[in-house]
């Protein structure tokens, strides 16, 4: 499949006004979706940071010998989703993106059930419930996110771009003499 820019996507995952449908060629229905985009894309960075945060606070939790943690670290984390839940809430939503802006909101509930889940195995007396419920909150998180990839470009969970590997692969092999 050739590779699609941003609005060719748009057009076929959110079916907006680029293509074809009500409020075709209506410039300013084009600008409200590509702000939303724009500012959807600064929440998803966000939650993705967060949720990267939280699993290692469960990774932790759930692995470390005392299998507790600072209550600043989850404090914290708790803190930074709750301000995520708030700009997600703050979008302005074009009916086209309403599935994506869904799904972004099914993603922070979720980090904030992490983030709940956390606190409650750090607590004395934690137990496999309270790890079962972290981990569901956490992959709930994480299949929305990757719903996100599905619905636009650029809404990847992980971008591989900035991965280790990736400045690997950049280099041009060596040859040899």
């Given at each position: 499949?050739?590779?699609?820019?941003?609005?060719?996507a748009y057009n076929q995952g959110m079916g907006g006004p680029l293509a074809g449908g009500p409020g075709a060629g209506s410039l300013a229905a084009e600008h409200a979706a590509l702000r939303y985009m724009d500012a959807a894309q600064r929440v998803h960075d966000e939650l993705r940071r967060i949720l990267t945060q939280v699993s290692g606070i469960a990774l932790l939790l759930m692995t470390g010998p005392l299998r507790t943690?600072?209550?600043?670290?989850?404090?914290?984390?708790?803190?930074a989703a709750a301000?995520?839940?708030?700009?997600?809430?703050?979008l302005p939503v074009p009916q086209p993106a309403a599935h994506h802006h869904h799904h972004l909101g099914a993603a922070s509930a979720a980090l904030l059930a992490s983030c709940a889940a956390a606190s409650a195995c750090a607590a004395p007396g934690a137990g496999d419930r309270d790890r079962d419920r972290l981990v569901a909150a956490?992959?709930?998180?994480?299949?929305?996110?990757?719903?996100?990839?599905?619905?636009l470009p650029g809404f990847e969970p992980v971008n591989f771009g900035q991965a280790c590997c990736a400045a690997h692969a950049a280099v041009p092999a060596r040859e040899w003499d």
């Open positions: 499949m050739p590779q699609q820019d941003g609005r060719q943690l600072p209550e600043t670290a989850i404090r914290s984390a708790s803190a301000e995520a839940a708030e700009a997600v809430r703050a956490l992959k709930s998180t994480v299949a929305h996110l990757r719903t996100l990839a599905r619905l």
